[in-house]
């Protein structure tokens, strides 16, 4: 693991990721619990999913700070 480089996911990141993802809630479900507005959830979920792909794909490690 070591050797591997790393995708850096944020708090905020990570959140939207449990919101949308694993607990199955609506953005604007999820961006009312995060107490943001549903286009700020929006580029959060979205930035989070693509270092997550970029992460599969380049086989990096995910670091969640």
Do not use: C, P, W
């Amino acid at each position: 693991m070591r050797d591997l480089s790393e995708s850096i996911l944020e708090k905020d990141e990570f959140e939207a990721i449990k919101l949308a993802d694993f607990d199955n809630l609506s953005q604007e479900q999820a961006a009312a619990q995060m107490k943001i507005s549903r286009a700020t959830f929006g580029r959060i979920v979205q930035k989070a999913r693509y270092k997550i792909a970029d992460s599969i794909i380049n086989g990096k490690a995910i670091k969640i700070s």
